[in-house]
């Protein structure tokens, strides 16, 4: 599999891919003060290519945003190959170190792989050099968590959500899942409608957004 497109956006870079039955968004973020990536879908030697491709040798961090197989797939196997920190919200890190054996009928039982750092609302977690704000938004998974870049710890301009499942251009995550809550999603969606308008949405599934285009999309439909 290789990389969609690659995007510089402020003072980070990322890699943009597409992986697995189910089509997900996997970002490798990097730039002179590191890397991460976000949630390793089921092709590990895909995502260590990547890598290379874009001359990173290790990546520091995993961030997982939230519990579901097809988001995690790959992430025991790149935890093993690279050394990286996991990083996923204290909610669904036992989901993730436990992961239900029976989530798909279509793809082998997801691995065990430990969290190690779990991390809670309102948390910052520092990644290239950047200060991403933790905001647990749950509705899809009890966990499901985003990480905010504010333009002002960017380069003034560019504000970034990773938005993982809970939020899609013109959707959101499904909530009839095993710890869904649709009343869990109205408040999460509320509470993403507050980031300023031109913050780039980088999703789970589907294309990018921006907060703007959801104030009349996935937060009117849905919010």
């Known amino acids: 599999m290789a990389i969609n497109n690659i995007f510089s956006w402020g003072n980070v870079n990322f890699a943009h891919m597409v992986i697995g039955p189910i089509q997900t968004n996997v970002y490798l973020f990097f730039n002179d003060k590191g890397s991460f990536v976000v949630d390793p879908a089921d092709d590990c030697p895909a995502i ?3 890598l290379e491709a874009v001359e990173v040798d290790t990546p520091d961090a995993i961030v997982v945003t939230h519990a579901h197989f097809d988001h995690t797939g790959a992430l025991a196997q790149l935890r093993q190959a690279t050394g990286a920190t996991v990083i996923a919200s204290a909610i669904d890190a036992p ?3 436990n992961p239900d054996p029976t989530a798909s009928r279509t ?3 997801v691995q065990q792989c430990p969290v190690d ?3 809670n609302d309102g948390e910052v977690v520092e990644l290239c050099g950047l200060p991403w704000k933790v905001l647990v938004t749950p509705g899809h998974t009890p966990g499901s968590m985003c990480l905010y870049l504010a333009a002002e710890d960017n ?3 560019h504000a970034l959500l990773i938005s993982g499942d809970t939020l899609f251009r013109g959707a ?4 009839d899942f095993e710890g869904g809550s649709p009343a869990q999603m109205r408040e999460s969606l509320q509470r993403l409608s507050q980031l300023p308008d031109t913050t780039v949405v980088l ?3 589907m294309k990018f957004t921006e907060i703007g285009a ?7 439909l849905f919010g």
Do not use: K, N
Request: include cysteine; proline fraction near 14%; charge should be negative.
């Open 155 to 157: 380069d003034g301009e």
């Open 95 to 97: 989901a993730i170190e």
């Open 172 to 175: 959101c995550g499904r909530t």
């Open 107 to 109: 793809l082998p039982p």
């Open 48 to 50: 260590l290519a990547a």
């Open 117 to 119: 750092r779990p991390v």
């Open 214 to 220: 959801e104030q009349i999309g996935a937060f009117r």
């Open 203 to 205: 999703p789970g599934h």
